[in-house]
Structure formats: C-alpha cells, structure tokens
C-alpha cells in the first residue's frame, strides 16, 4: 500500500495525550473497520483478501451478527426474504449455504454469519470484545488513533465504520425505571439465555416491526400480555414457511438474476414494483390484486403499485385494506378500532410484516392499551402507571427501537481535522456526502450511514455496494499514489439537499413520529436520514463519482 509506518509510540498532537500508557497493544494498521456484522465481514474480506491490506475489525460483541448478535428476542426474524437477505458477491458463498425457511429467523442469520467468517477466515482478523469509546484523527501522521473500552490502541490509515444503523437501543427515559420489582429488558439487548415468560404477566411497550414480532410469541407462553399501543401501525403477514427443496435447488442454480433484480430494485429486494398506478385498475381488480398479496404476504404487499408511497390517494387505497383486515381479524370492536386508527401513510414508517399479530389481539390473555390517550407516566415497582390506571406486571420488555442511523457512529466520539467533533457537524442532523464521507474527516468512510439507501433497502445489497465502493477507492488512492480522500464541504451541501428532495418527492416525510426522522429519541434533530432515491440510481451517482475522478472529494498525495 505504501502507507508511511509510524510508530506507535510518535503519536501526533490529537491522539497523543490519551495513548501513552498504551504502547504495547498499539499497532498501525492499513484500515481499521469498526463492527462483525454484514458490512463489516465484506469489508474486511474485500481489503484483506482484494487488495492486500493489513486490516483488523473491531467488534464489542462476542462474536460476529452486528445487530443479529444483539436482537434475539422472541420472534426476531428478517422481513427480507432469505435468499436475498444474504451475500451475492460470490457463486461458492451462495451455493454453500441452506436457508431453510422464507424468512429467516435471527439464529439462523447468525448461523449464516458465522459460516461466511469461517469459509473466508475472517475470525484471525478480529477483535470480540472490543469497543471503540474515540477515534481521533492525527493529522500530522495521517492516522487515525482509536481507543477502546478495554485499553487496546489502534492506528490505522483509514476508519471504516461498519456499525449498523439500527444498533444503540432507545430505552425511554420512564421515571421510576429503577424502582421496579420485576425485570425488564430492551428487545435489541436480549438474553442469550432467553427470558422465560411462562406463568408471567408481561407489559410489551412498542408497537414497530419488533413489537408486532414479539407480542404473538410471549402471548403464547407469558400468562398474561399487556401490549402498550402509542402509533397504531400497519402490518401485513409474512407467511413464512418452510422452503421446499425444488426453491432451494432452483435459487442456487438462478444466483446471477437473484442478484440482477436486486440491483435493478429500488429497494434492493428479489422482486421489482410493478409498473402500474392504483389507478389503472378498476376497483375490484385493486382489491383482488391486494388479496392476492395480502395472501403471498410479505413486503411485495408494497410493490403492486408504483404509487403507494407517491401520493396520499394512491396510499389510501392500500392503507384503508388494511384497516379492513384489521377490523376482520379482530373480533373486539373496540380493539379493532385501536389497531386500526393508524395516523400515517402506510409505509411511510417501515411496514412491518407478522406471523399472527393482529389474531393475538383475540387471545383471553392478551389486552391492549392506548398510551397515547392515556400516556405513560412512570414505571412503579408493581408495574406501568399510564394517566388512568396501573398495570401490574413481573415483565417488561421494550420494543422501543433504536437511536438510529447517527447513534452508533456519535458513541464512537470520532474527531477529525484540528479536533472537530462529529457530534458538532452533525448538531442539527447528519451531513456527510453519498453517505460515504464527512469533510473534516479524512480516510473515514460510513457504510450504509445516514445519506445511504441503506435501511430502505434489503440490506445486503447496500452493504456489498458500499464496501466494493469504498474497496475500489482505496485502490484507485494506492495507484495513483493518494494519501488523503475527503469529501468537500460543497459536494456535502449539495447531496444533504438531494437526500432531502428524494424523500420530498414521497410520502416517507409524512410519518412525523418515524424513526427515519429521528423523530423517536426526545431531542434527536428532526431530519429525514436515509436516501429514499432507490438503491439503483445511488449506484449509477456513485460509479459516475468514481468514474471521474472521485468528483466531489478532495485527494491529496
Ligand atoms: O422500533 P420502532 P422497532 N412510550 O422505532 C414505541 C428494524 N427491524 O425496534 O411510534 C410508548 O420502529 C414507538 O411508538 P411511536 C426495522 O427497520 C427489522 O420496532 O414512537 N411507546 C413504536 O411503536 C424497524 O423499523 C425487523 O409512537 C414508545 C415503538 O416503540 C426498526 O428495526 C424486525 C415509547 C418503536 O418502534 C426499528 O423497529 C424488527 C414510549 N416512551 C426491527 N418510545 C425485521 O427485519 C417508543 N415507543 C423484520
């Protein structure tokens, strides 16, 4: 690579005062990529193995699966379809491994992740248990000086983080938290060893993907389950099911077009939306053609129209068969009422997908609450105490979500040029270009940060392209002798400005309490974070970048 070596002990001004004690775990790496989950293990195998580089990864977890090392709470499952929620980069990858069900279910996922590190022994490159708590930027070495929790000191040339974007719980701040007698956990926290719900009364806050998840699962063993409703939400089923053995022969033979439609998709899942308005269809024919989806289930439910999430009248078609299937599923009148009385588009908060939400509303053991009518006040030692009434309980779990997107990367404390905090460029929101970079923060790229697709998509296909992108800038930096890549403040500007058009252009912008606008942790700026331009056209954006010359990026030799 031809990277200068510099000791470790010649710490330049920024890193310095921190990183004396240090020296015997200090090594200068090529890159260092900070997460083992998808984006960090392609990462890793694409610098290592593609270019030659001397990488390590760090990770706090114990062993790799990112957010599906953390999230494996009761019904944790994927609502991409499993043989598209996994790598496509390479043939042998793809015809080694068996899904064995449409969905797949977080045990399995880390199943996955854990044979990709092992057929491309990753493991030796790795650090568990390790977590960064700053990354500072010495600008006098060009390096890049982290800290971690546990002591050990990491230079690296280039920072790549691969943190996920769903991966720092929001517990909300509920007074009394501390007071109470029973135990609680966070869904995307969960105990290896599981939670045993059986002969308890369980309170479930949250009613997002992961709530809708768990809540038919501890219904079935819990004695009791009080479900804590603030945003009624949509959800269609998933229908999962076993995979037959014909599906599973006939993906691995058709690797390259699985791959194709989900590059060409918007949303980077194996199947594209249809070409049609709900308006060119009569009335019955709408209704039939969601039926028919309502009964394949899954997120296609979306993709039978090109206009559901272009206009409030397309959407409303969609959002109110829905609510009909809510009020027939539910046999409570009144319930019924609750879960359908949903105040935003559908789909403009991720749409979750379940296997029997709506039926467990029917159970003798299941009750819902409306906290938005009657809010919660404080967690008591017996339980939840809402406006009107306490809710005793032995359990709570928080299904409350994350603070996304800028939360993983914020905790990392990363200063770049002459100490400027990420924390202070991004004060009033994220900024950054193609979601890639941050003037001011030389060599340190974001996989599927905020500005990228990302959470829109099917996530892997985010993640290869990221990783293959940022593979081939380093390799056009070694080849055209580069030290520094840095986005330039202008090239920022203008990509926050096209991020803020794309989701314009939808009705994404209009769920104001979504987490896509940081609108779930209590301070958070109000700003919508991903890229809602389709996977496709960000890709076309950053290859016509690269073709010419990193457009938009400062290179300095
Ligand atoms: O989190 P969320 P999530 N009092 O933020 C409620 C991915 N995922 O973990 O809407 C009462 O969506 C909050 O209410 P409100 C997926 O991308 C994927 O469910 O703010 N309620 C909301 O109901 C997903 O979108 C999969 O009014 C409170 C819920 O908690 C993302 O993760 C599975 C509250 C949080 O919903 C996050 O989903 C699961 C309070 N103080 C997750 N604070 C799959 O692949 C929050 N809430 C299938």
Request: proline letters at 5%.
């Amino acid at each position: 690579m031809g990277l200068d070596r510099v000791d470790a002990g010649d710490m330049g001004r920024a890193g310095a005062a921190t990183q004396t004690d240090a020296h015997a775990d200090a090594a200068t790496l090529d890159a260092l990529i900070v997460g083992a989950g998808f984006s960090g293990l392609y990462q890793l195998h694409c610098l290592r193995d593609r270019l030659g580089l001397k990488v390590q990864v760090v990770e706090a977890a114990d062993g790799v699966g990112g957010t599906w090392y953390w999230n494996r709470y009761p019904g944790a499952r994927c609502d991409s379809e499993s043989h598209s929620y996994c790598y496509t980069f390479s043939e042998d990858l793809y015809r080694s491994w068996e899904w064995s069900e449409r969905y797949p279910g977080h045990d399995e996922i880390r199943r996955y992740l854990n044979f990709v590190a092992d057929r491309l022994d990753l493991r030796r490159d790795i650090r568990f248990g390790t977590r960064v708590v700053a990354a500072v930027y010495d600008q006098d070495n060009n390096l890049w000086r982290v800290t971690t929790a546990n002591g050990v000191m990491l230079s690296a040339k280039f920072l790549i983080a691969a943190v996920g974007c769903l991966s720092t719980a929001n517990v909300p701040q509920i007074q009394g938290l501390d007071r109470f007698k029973g135990q609680w956990f966070h869904t995307g926290e969960w105990p290896h060893a599981g939670v045993d719900f059986r002969g308890k009364r369980v309170g479930l806050i949250g009613t997002g993907s992961t709530g809708i998840q768990a809540a038919p699962v501890i219904a079935e063993s819990a004695a009791h389950l009080t479900v804590f409703q603030r945003t009624a939400n949509y959800s269609v089923p998933a229908q999962n099911a076993p995979l037959s053995e014909t599906f599973r022969r006939d993906i691995k033979e058709r690797r390259s077009e699985v791959r194709a439609t989900t590059h060409a998709a918007n949303n980077g899942h194996s199947f594209l939306i249809e070409n049609r308005s709900v308006f060119d269809v009569t009335v019955e024919e709408r209704e039939a053609i969601f039926e028919t989806a309502w009964q394949r289930g899954g997120l296609q439910f979306r993709a039978n129209f090109n206009d559901i999430l272009l206009t409030r009248e397309a959407n409303e078609t969609a959002a109110s068969f829905i609510r009909t299937k809510i009020r027939t599923i539910v046999r409570d009148p009144k319930t019924a009422e609750l879960l359908a009385d949903i105040d935003h588009p559908y789909a403009a908060k991720r749409p979750p997908i379940d296997t029997g939400y709506f039926e467990t509303f029917n159970r003798d053991n299941v009750v819902l609450v409306d906290v938005r009518a009657n809010p919660i006040e404080a967690i008591v030692p017996d339980g939840v105490q809402t406006r009107d009434a306490v809710y005793d309980l032995d359990i709570i779990v928080f299904a409350t979500g994350f603070d996304a997107m800028t939360g993983p990367l914020l905790r990392m404390n990363i200063r770049g040029r002459d100490g400027l905090a990420l924390s202070k460029v991004w004060e009033a929101g994220p900024q950054n270009y193609l979601g890639l970079q941050v003037a001011g923060f030389p060599n340190f790229f974001t996989v599927t940060g905020p500005g990228s697709p990302s959470v829109l998509c099917n996530m892997p296909v985010p993640i290869e392209q990221h990783a293959e992108w940022i593979t081939d800038c380093i390799r056009y930096m070694r080849d055209h002798k580069f030290e520094t890549i840095e986005a330039r403040p202008q090239a920022m500007v203008s990509w926050v400005s096209e991020v803020n058009a794309a989701a314009n252009a939808t009705l994404l912008p209009q769920a104001h309490h979504s987490w896509y606008l940081g609108a779930n942790v209590p301070g958070k700026p109000r700003v919508f974070m991903p890229y809602a331009g389709g996977m496709p056209r960000y890709r076309q954006i950053c290859d016509d970048v690269a073709a010419k010359g990193y457009e938009g990026f400062e290179l300095r030799r």
